[in-house]
């Protein structure tokens, strides 16, 4: 027993070096995957807005403090005309697109000869649409193109719908996840992890969402306008790396006191503190688990542990504004409550129109939360993975006077040379690529 305990330290150090090998090893593995590669992110300069995340304490009863929130109130909506949006027919030319998983790339349409493949979330541009045989014509590399099946590629909403939705992905600079006004150390107006590309220089966001399911969401778009209201989603795709830290920092809070007030200032009303079990000392305070548990519900009725239709694509997190002055409707609870609050039973009359529009289109609410509507079948019939990459605006993007190189934080170079694995390219002042 000495002996091995002389030998331990080196034994433990020995098997973290080991497990780093493995680790190293797999991501070699993983990048000599043969076929059509995107520009990685390293290739070029991009500034990046660093961040902080703080993880909470799980030993500690109390919360660490939230930082400020720092979101923009949402403007009135004065630059569409209500006519306008229920006339749009959308076409996914020059939208930004990402595949849900590793695509063969074909030649032609009729998909008999394959070129190589593109990996699941790289980044890519619609150049043209066989709308009959489901494939997205796009730029491989330089003055290379193929088609890639549209079935299972997110698009970029505010690219392809333009202002049929409004957007507000909060999980991208302050999130809005909490437990019924309790913020949630580590996860309540913070960047959520995943989502540090999601929100642009500009303002704008990136809303990924699969593109089969757009039909039906572009359908409950118009029959909530002619009922006044324009849809606001708050999150659509969102990697299974998210998922996880999302889940986990929630969990981590359970058994801890809720805090002496809610993050918003807005008092609320609250269950009585729970009997104690035989054996257990009853105690005078609640905790998160109290409001997440109420009424027989657990966070694993609000979250996923591990895989969620979120990182499928399919599924929205979403409400209703009023069309004309951009003010978000009021449901029982504000979107992302992780309380038994949040569930269709207490449905008000703002939450229940929003049910009734969306289920009327085929997106199908989940009784544990008001905001949440999927496109079950699309994922019955398409069976798309749960992705787990996080995704970026970087990459070649076009429109009708050319091609031009943006970066992840949405800006676009101009009067440069750009440097890729793939080429040397000369981009000119109007951004666009020469020759």
Not at 176 to 187: C, D, N, R, S
Request: aromatic content about 10%; proline content about 8%.
């Amino acid at each position: 027993m000495n002996n091995f305990r002389k030998y331990l330290p080196a034994l433990i150090l020995f098997g973290i070096a080991a497990f780093a090998l493995l680790v190293a090893a797999g991501f070699l593995a993983r990048s000599a995957t043969p076929g059509i590669v995107p520009v990685p992110s390293s290739a070029v300069s991009v500034t990046e807005v660093p961040f902080s995340t703080p993880e909470p304490d799980p030993s500690s009863p109390e919360a660490p403090p939230i930082p400020e929130l720092s979101s923009e109130p949402i403007p009135e909506n004065t630059s569409f005309s209500v006519e306008s949006l229920l006339a749009l027919e959308p076409s996914p030319l020059y939208s930004t697109i990402w595949p849900v998983k590793d695509l063969p790339v074909y030649t032609d349409t009729d998909r008999t000869l394959e070129s190589g493949t593109v990996p699941a979330g790289g980044m890519y541009c619609v150049l043209g649409e066989d709308r009959d045989a489901a494939l997205f014509r796009i730029r491989l590399q330089a003055d290379v193109y193929g088609y890639i099946d549209s079935s299972y590629c997110l698009i970029n909403l505010p690219e392809y719908i333009a202002e049929l939705c409004s957007y507000d992905i909060t999980n991208s600079y302050s999130s809005l996840f909490a437990v019924h006004e309790y913020a949630i150390p580590g996860l309540t107006r913070n960047v959520v992890t995943g989502y540090e590309n999601i929100r642009l220089a500009d303002g704008s966001f990136l809303v990924p969402f699969l593109y089969p399911c757009t039909e039906k969401l572009i359908a409950a778009a118009k029959q909530a306008l002619e009922a006044g209201y324009r849809i606001r989603i708050y999150d659509a795709y969102r990697p299974r790396t998210a998922t996880r830290a999302i889940y986990s920092t929630a969990m981590q809070i359970m058994p801890c006191a809720l805090p002496t007030e809610t993050y918003s200032g807005v008092a609320v009303s609250l269950p009585p503190v729970p009997e104690a079990e035989p054996g257990e000392i009853q105690r005078t305070w609640l905790i998160y688990q109290d409001l997440i548990e109420l009424w027989g519900w657990d966070l694993g009725s609000f979250l996923a542990p591990g895989a969620s239709r979120h990182n499928m694509g399919v599924a929205l997190d979403m409400t209703f504004e009023d069309a004309v002055t951009g003010t978000a409707v009021t449901a029982q609870t504000n979107i992302h409550d992780l309380s038994a609050y949040s569930t269709i039973r207490s449905n008000n009359d703002a939450s229940a129109l929003i049910y009734r529009i969306m289920e009327a289109n085929g997106l199908k609410n989940i009784v544990s939360e008001w905001w949440h509507f999927q496109d079950n079948a699309a994922m019955n019939t398409l069976k798309p993975p749960y992705c787990e990459c996080e995704l970026s605006a970087q990459g070649w993007i076009a429109d009708g006077n050319g091609e031009r190189y943006r970066n992840a934080d949405g800006t676009l170079l101009a009067d440069c040379v750009l440097v890729t694995p793939e080429g040397t390219f000369t981009i000119d002042g109007n951004g666009y690529r020469a020759g």
